[in-house]
C-alpha cells in the first residue's frame, strides 16, 4: 500500500521559535522528520506550516537540494488534496522525534495504528488517550479518514482531530517500547540525549562474525575521517557494488588475488555508509536497489570463481558446488527473512564468506573454499529452517 506523510511544523517551542526549528545534529528537527519519513518511502511528504520563516525556507531548500519533495500546506483542506484517499498518512506530530528504526517499522503496516506511550509522570506532555495511555506523536492512519476530518475541520487541530477520529474508527493501539519512544521536544536540551542516542545508534547492527570482530575498527576509522567531508554515504554503496562485480570479472581473467583483496575492501563500505547515514541525518533506506544488489553480486563472483577452476582442473564439481551454494544461500535469506528470531552470527552472510575465502586463498585452496562455501551454506539453510519451524511449532496452540 502506498504511503504519505503529514508532518506538523506550527507550534512553537518554549522560547517562542518553532519547535520545528529546533536544533538536532548541525540541523534542525524538521529535517530529521522528513529524512526518516522519506527513509520510510513515505512520498509525498506534506508539512502543515502556518508561517514560513526564513529558518524553515532555508530547511526546506535544504530538503529540495537532496531530491527530497516537500510539499509545505496551511490548512488541512489543502493537506487532503495532497494524498491518494486510498493510501495510508504516517503522521507525525510537532516537536517529536521518532527513531528511525520505528518509522520504517511503520512504514510495512498496512492498516491505521496508533502508536502509543504509557499514561505515567515521565510521559504527562503527551496527549493523554485513555486512562492508561497517550499518544506517541507518531500514527498511521488512512487518507480517507484525512478527508473527511478537513472536510469538517473548523478551527481544530488537524492532528489531534485526525487521532481522536482514526480512534473513534478502531485503529489498532501498539505501545512504543521502552528505549525505542519517540520523543517530544520542546527545548534543545530535550533534543541533546536524543542526539546522542542517535550517535550509538548509528552503529549498525553486527549481525555476522566479521562484523562484529573484524570490521569494527576500520568502521570506526572510516566514519570519524568522512564525517565532515562533502562524500554521501550512498556513494560507498555503489562503490562495494563495483568492486564485487569487478571482482567476479577479475575471477574470470585468473586473476584471483587482487579480486580476492577487493572483495575484501568492499565488505565494511556498505556498514560505513548506513552509519555515515545516520549521523549524518541522512538515513540510507533499508532496501536501496544498491544495497539489495550486494547480495547477487557476492553470488555472481562465487560462480565467475568455480568457471574459473573448473576451466583450470577442477571439472564441473567445481561450478556445480557454487551453483548449490548460491542456491542454499538464496534460500536461506529467505527462510531469514520470514523471522524475528534472533540469529547466531557465524551463519552465512556476504562479509562472512568474504572472509572464509581469504583463509583458504591464504593456502591457494580455492576448489577447497567452493566445497567449503556450500556445506557453509547448507548448515547455515537448515539450521535457520529448524530454529523457524521449531518456533511456529511451540507457538501453535495443541
Not at 234 to 261: K, M
Not at 316 to 333: D, E, I, N, R, T
Request: one cysteine or more.
Amino acid at each position: 500500500m502506498a504511503l504519505g506523510a503529514l508532518i506538523g511544523a506550527y507550534q512553537e517551542d518554549d522560547s517562542g521559535g518553532l519547535a520545528a526549528l529546533l536544533p538536532l545534529a548541525g540541523r534542525t528537527l524538521i529535517e530529521y522528520q522528513v529524512r526518516c519519513a522519506a527513509a520510510a518511502g513515505a512520498s509525498p511528504i506534506v508539512v502543515l506550516v502556518e508561517r514560513i520563516p526564513l529558518a524553515l525556507n532555508q530547511a526546506f531548500e535544504r530538503l529540495r537540494q537532496e531530491g527530497l519533495a516537500v510539499v509545505p500546506v496551511s490548512d488541512g483542506a489543502e493537506a487532503a488534496t495532497r494524498f491518494e484517499a486510498s493510501e495510508l498518512i504516517l503522521l507525525i506530530g510537532d516537536g517529536i522525534a521518532a527513531p528511525l528504526e520505528l518509522l520504517l517499522r511503520l512504514g510495512h503496516e498496512h492498516e491505521a495504528l496508533v502508536l502509543t506511550v504509557p499514561d505515567d509522570e515521565a510521559h504527562e506532555n503527551f496527549e493523554r488517550i485513555d486512562s492508561v495511555s497517550r499518544w506517541s506523536g507518531v500514527a498511521l492512519i488512512d487518507g480517507r479518514m484525512l478527508g473527511a476530518t478537513a472536510a469538517m475541520l473548523g478551527d481544530w487541530d488537524l492532528p489531534s482531530t485526525l487521532l481522536r477520529r482514526s480512534l473513534q474508527a478502531g485503529a489498532r493501539l501498539q505501545l512504543a517500547t521502552s528505549g525505542n519512544e519517540p520523543l517530544l521536544a520542546r527545548n534543545s536540551g530535550a533534543l541533546e540525549q536524543f542526539e546522542r542516542s542517535l550517535i550509538a545508534a548509528s552503529r549498525p547492527e553486527r549481525t555476522d562474525l566479521a562484523s562484529r570482530y573484524v570490521l569494527p575498527p576500520v568502521e570506526d576509522f572510516a566514519t570519524e575521517k568522512l564525517m565532515e567531508t562533502g562524500v554521501r554515504a550512498e556513494w560507498f554503496l555503489y562503490l562495494a557494488l563495483a568492486l564485487t562485480v569487478g571482482a567476479a570479472f577479475a575471477f574470470t581473467r585468473g586473476w584471483l588475488w587482487p579480486a580476492v583483496v577487493t572483495l575484501v575492501l568492499s565488505s565494511p563500505l556498505d556498514l560505513v555508509a548506513r552509519r555515515l547515514g545516520m549521523r549524518r541525518l541522512r538515513p540510507i533506506p533499508p532496501k536501496t536497489d544498491s544495497q539489495l544488489l550486494l547480495w547477487p553480486a557476492g553470488g555472481l563472483a562465487l560462480i565467475a570463481l568455480s568457471w574459473w577452476e573448473t576451466r583450470h582442473g577442477a571439472g564441473w564439481g567445481a561450478l556445480v558446488c557454487a551453483l548449490s551454494a548460491a542456491a542454499f544461500a538464496q534460500a536461506y535469506q529467505v527462510e531469514r527473512a520470514h523471522t524475528d528470531i534472533a540469529l547466531p552470527p557465524w551463519l552465512v552472510s556476504r562479509r562472512n564468506t568474504i572472509f572464509l575465502l581469504l583463509l583458504f586463498a591464504i593456502g591457494q585452496a580455492w576448489t577447497g573454499f567452493l566445497v567449503a562455501v556450500l556445506v557453509y551454506t547448507a548448515v547455515s539453510f537448515f539450521f535457520v529452517q529448524y530454529l523457524v519451524h521449531r518456533v511456529r511449532t511451540e507457538l501453535t496452540p495443541h
